[in-house]
């Protein structure tokens, strides 16, 4: 039953004429979701090496989520929020939808669709010429690419023609999903998934976090229609297989859809996880120990985590659900340093592409330090841009929400949670193509996801985009005093 306080009244209205907004501000919620499986064969993103998918394990879906707030008949604010089990969302993506939206939905305002990515390693590839492919007979990135734009706009097409007046609620459960996957060693040196058995072992790199944030929306009859779920942790459980799969996501959108029905929608958000795995790091025997005589598959066994935090959240936040909240998205241009080439991180780049070019199968490889000579040469006449990056900020009742472009590794995530005047705070990674973001800490220990190669924004820009994410969030507190 959806109870109404009087307090809670009182605060709404007076947070609500501090903002300039009409006193009631009605909920409208509509969801959707589709497939964006493409025909096979079709090549996988993730690994260094080419993979060539000839079979569906669970189907790669893209989840929308249409908020709107009204007050007098006109509209307050606005989001679509699109997740997508993609690796990223890559360059022109967004844009492309964004076109295709203006067209079918002239109401809504393109500039505040919101995509991301759950980080499977095992759906398709989405750049040409990243990977060595058949000539013939594999689905073309360029070609996937048209397929995705078109499933994704029009889902989010769907959600927004599906929009409803809606309840909305917020709670926290806790999950042990995420480890952190950087080994530390004797003298500082790091690793990603390095040997935690070795007599050097001397601890992991930085924090995990554990926490489980969730939304959840009503219909006006009191049906749950959708959740949204931010995990700290990337799926990429089977990343090395050979077969389309979503990953953890897919067992966990099973799980509940058996609760609430088919068309209840599960919106996936990764939160700051670029040095998380879902990977055991530790203990690693006793746990399939227990995981087998469960009866569960490790997929599973991370999903029945997660749900169980999810229940652990829905426990709480059904007691106090909202109809007129406070609804504010607001769409940022930051620029952010970009992390500077060394002339020996130069010298050891342009030598690995002369040894790897001879093979054409270490294409991937051979672009990936391609680019820190390129970097590295338009450093030297002064050409290196900022990065630009576009940070979406929402407040929704006491909620708030920010996305980035990247894999962050996961202090500057908490960075922002413990700054921000929002009681719970959101942060979504892989809203665009990203890179990793690693701490100063990380680049010192080195190894993948901390050198230069791996990542386009060092230390000093997630700085940077800790300190604009904050900024942006708490304006949206004091401007409704």
Known sequence: MIRTRVNHAIAVILCTVGATQVDSAELLVGGASVSITPKLPVALTGQMRTRIARSVESEVIATALALETKGDNQSIDQAIFVSCDLVAIREGIAEKVRASLKDQIPDFDAGKLVLNATHTHTAPVMIEGKYELPAEGVMKPAEYVEFLCDRVAGAAVTAWKRRKPGRVAWGLGHAVVTQNRRSVYAGGRAQMYGRTGAADFRGFEGYEDHGVEVLFFWDADEKLTATAINVA???????????????FWHEVRLALRRRFGDEFRVLAWTGAAGDQSPHLMYRKRAEERMRELRGLTRLQELSSRIVQAWDEAYA??????????????????????????????????????????????????????????????????????????????????????????????????????????ALQTFIVQLAGAGSYVPTRKAVDGGGYSAIVESSVVGPQGGQVLVERTVEAINKLWDESR
């Open 233 to 247: 942790c990337p799926s990429q459980e089977v990343e090395g297989r050979s077969a389309v799969n979503a990953d």
């Open 316 to 421: 709480g936040a059904r007691q106090d659900i909202r109809r007129d909240v406070l609804f504010t998205h607001n769409v940022k241009q930051i620029e952010l340093p970009v992390r500077p080439v060394t002339d020996k991180e130069f010298a050891h780049a342009k030598s690995q592409v002369e040894v790897l070019s001879k093979d054409p199968k270490n294409r991937w490889r051979v672009r990936w330090e391609q680019a820190v000579v390129d970097r590295y040469e338009q450093q030297q006449t002064g050409d290196v841009a900022p990065y630009k990056m576009e940070l979406h900020v929402i407040r929704l009742g006491d909620v708030a929400i920010a996305t980035n472009d990247f894999e962050l590794f996961t202090d500057f995530g908490i960075q922002m949670k413990t700054r921000s005047k």
